[in-house]
């Protein structure tokens, strides 16, 4: 029997209920089909979790700031070999259980709308261009290049319009245009569904009235009938709950299953779908719903070689030894350099001068937490910012390193400040502070927040601020290392220098003290706008993305998406165009020459936007459409070229309907996003040019 016709035929041998046991995360044992228990529920963001040792990989949002596809497609490929590893062993021992399986609820791409939102730091950014791209990138690494035997099965979460506030995520009920619908929220989920990903989650809210579980419109309309979708859907955990106990759409755990699975989930992260057996029992089901929920789950089943000797599988060589291997921790050493944005560098950075005495200080130097982000794994060693300096300067000899904590990350001290300055002698102080996983995160996770992992503010909290000053005030060079996952506005003139470095994974100390010697050469961009300041945001209740992110707000940000400075100076030379204009179906080429005119060899990443010149009030400012990572030795130049096709050009009407509107458009080249306010920081100057589309 070929794949297909084994499905029907287990199926065939099942009673009712063990058709239902089967949709929920924990599938129960089927023993007279062969059918082991499984665990559906798994995780790997940026590094297998929650599962013993693995390699932990920087932050998502982190590897969104590498602005390299193909590279996170590594980092992906890495991670499975990790998760297929720790599989087989598990089998071995007959452990079945969660956090051992195929399956992976990841990666989140939901937008990152408003830098409040504390799950932000698990999404690729703000843009829906360059989120699509690196999801794809990672689905591509995670489920391998055969579509019917995958490696792993990854998810595309959280299905739709979910970004916070993380206090109401069971009860909120977006609202949204369907122009910001489909022009923001919704062309990741259609990339990843496009580029072959096998799952895909709901999200815990209601979105235009309807829960997300069991949205028609979401589900059926565009998921399965627009897109064409073919794999299986899950709930988020415990969301069908949810309908009945906080929505209040539903009045029982029956009438709860009953409408997820008839609108197109097929299984159930919680404890709901029990209930399918009286919901069927009272007409609110037929088993021809719950078959073909099932038929979709044992396919992902199949494509993961689970019904198969576990010797056939083309995976079955990877065992422990790949787990946390000597490569993999390289890999995630360079992850968290390219990863790393330079912010600021009044030419303080490389500090190769062999300064006398250092400082460390800061509530994030020696904190592993700093390091993690969340949804992490446990490393067999993880490299604090202190450490990273520490060993950096052991041989160093004539160079005084002195560290002392200074202020607490999440209130105020209770014991006076220490202006350094007073009683030594101290050339630089290093300054970490920011933000770790307790302050920001999900919901449950940070427990030193009190929005349940979301911030009220975006600023630098107060009391690290206070110490920073006093240490200013004390006349010190410094440079400012900023941890977290999402912005932080800040005094730009209390340091000299300043690195943002995310959650930087388990060599993140390391790949810090690389850069602030010069062993690196910073080349990380922001994939988020850094608003000024809490006052610049639009209220975070509301959906639309009127004054949100880089392609719709007119205010002067504290920096701009796609920026991150480097040690040596790079210069946009010209943009080409092959053809002036472009109609429906067609494309043009866009060559962009990049010079390095300065002293050191180094990667930039050349950003290519569109701007439509007589765009409407609510249409974006501009619109990234392509990016590439390259690598100019000093002196030197590259050209680098982007297909540019006509449906980059097109603009999401009110009715969220794709159209191309004929006129004048610029092409631009930029090493950050190009806005109506100047906010060059050491940028080079963009080049454009016009193209018309028929």
């Given at each position: ?366 904190n592993a937490h700093a390091l993690f982000g969340n949804y992490y794994g446990t490393s067999s060693r993880f490299v604090t910012i202190l450490e990273g300096i520490a060993e950096k300067v052991r041989n160093m000899f004539g160079i005084n390193m002195d560290y002392r904590q200074g202020c607490l990350m999440y209130s105020e001290n209770s014991k006076s400040l220490v202006h350094y300055g007073e009683a ?271």
């Amino acid at each position: 029997m070929n794949r297909e016709e084994r499905i029907k035929d287990l199926i065939s041998k099942m009673t009712l209920e063990e058709k239902v046991s089967q949709l929920s995360h924990r599938s129960e044992a089927v023993p007279h089909l062969g059918i082991p228990e499984y665990n559906w529920w798994n995780e790997c963001l940026h590094g297998v979790a929650r599962a013993g040792i693995a390699t932990v990989f920087p932050q998502a949002i982190a590897l969104s700031a590498t602005f390299d596809d193909e590279f996170v497609k590594q980092v992906a490929d890495a991670v499975s070999d990790e998760a297929r590893a720790k599989y087989n062993e598990a089998v071995k021992q007959g452990n079945r259980g969660q956090y051992w399986g195929l399956t992976f609820w990841t990666p989140n791409i939901n937008i990152f709308r408003d830098p409040r939102w504390g799950r932000g730091q698990e999404t690729y950014g703000e843009d829906p261009y360059l989120t699509s791209r690196i999801g794809t990138a990672l689905v591509r690494g995670l489920q391998g290049d055969d579509p019917e035997n995958l490696k792993l099965s990854a998810c595309a979460k959280h299905y739709a319009v979910h970004s916070g506030p993380e206090k109401d995520r069971h009860t909120f009920n977006a609202q949204v245009s369907k122009k910001d619908l489909f022009e923001t929220y919704l062309p990741a989920f259609k990339a990843l569904v496009s580029a072959g990903v096998e799952s895909v989650m709901g999200a815990y809210n209601r979105t235009l009235d309807e829960a997300c579980c069991a949205s028609n419109f979401l589900l059926k309309d565009i998921l399965r009938g627009h897109w064409g979708f073919k794999g299986h859907v899950v709930s988020d955990c415990w969301a069908i709950r949810d309908f009945h106990e906080y929505h209040k759409i539903t009045k029982s755990p029956e009438e709860s299953a009953a409408l997820a699975l008839n609108a197109g989930c097929d299984l159930n992260c919680g404890c709901t779908y029990p209930a399918l057996t009286t919901a069927f029992k009272k007409g609110l089901v037929t088993e021809e719903t719950i078959n073909t929920a099932l038929e979709r789950l044992l396919r992902t089943k199949f494509k993961l070689g689970m019904f198969d000797p576990p010797k056939k599988s083309r995976w079955a060589k990877l065992d422990r030894k790949v787990i946390n291997c000597e490569k993999h921790r390289k890999l995630a050493l360079k992850a968290a350099e390219k990863s790393i944005v330079l912010l600021k560098n009044d030419n303080l950075l490389p500090l190769n001068s062999n300064p006398k005495k250092i400082v460390v200080t800061g509530p994030s130097a020696a904190n592993a937490h700093a390091l993690f982000g969340n949804y992490y794994g446990t490393s067999s060693r993880f490299v604090t910012i202190l450490e990273g300096i520490a060993e950096k300067v052991r041989n160093m000899f004539g160079i005084n390193m002195d560290y002392r904590q200074g202020c607490l990350m999440y209130s105020e001290n209770s014991k006076s400040l220490v202006h350094y300055g007073e009683a030594n002698v101290t050339d630089v102080v290093i300054a970490v502070m920011g933000l770790d996983g307790a302050i920001e995160g999900e919901e449950g996770d940070a427990i030193a927040s009190d929005l349940n992992g979301d911030r009220s503010t975006i600023e630098l909290p107060p009391w690290q601020l206070k110490y920073l000053q006093a240490i200013r005030n004390a006349g010190k060079k410094i440079i400012l290392v900023l941890t977290g996952g999402s912005p932080i506005a800040f005094p730009e003139d209390l340091a000299d220098a300043v690195i943002f470095a995310w959650y930087p994974g388990e060599q993140g100390g390391k790949a810090v003290a690389d850069i602030i010697f010069g062993d690196t050469v910073p080349s990380g961009k922001l994939p988020i706008t850094f608003p000024a300041s809490t006052e610049q945001l639009p209220p975070y209740e509301d959906y639309s993305m009127k004054g949100r992110t880089y392609r719709y707000m007119t205010e002067k940000p504290l920096y701009p998406f796609g920026f991150g400075l480097s040690y040596t100076n790079f210069r946009f030379d010209s943009i080409d165009l092959s053809a002036p204009s472009i109609s429906a179906g067609g494309c043009v080429k866009a060559k962009v020459t990049v010079s390095n005119t300065g002293k050191r060899d180094a990667e930039n990443v050349v950003q290519l936007y569109i701007s439509r010149d007589k765009r409407g009030e609510n249409e974006p400012v501009t619109s990234l459409k392509g990016f590439q990572r390259v690598f100019i030795p000093a002196g030197k130049s590259k050209t680098v070229e982007f297909t540019l096709f006509s449906a980059f050009f097109e603009t999401i009407n009110d009715q969220g309907e794709s159209t191309l509107i004929s006129g004048s458009y610029t092409v631009i080249s930029a090493d950050a996003a190009p806005l109506p306010v100047s906010v060059e920081k050491g940028a080079p100057a963009p080049v454009s040019k016009k193209i018309l589309i028929n």
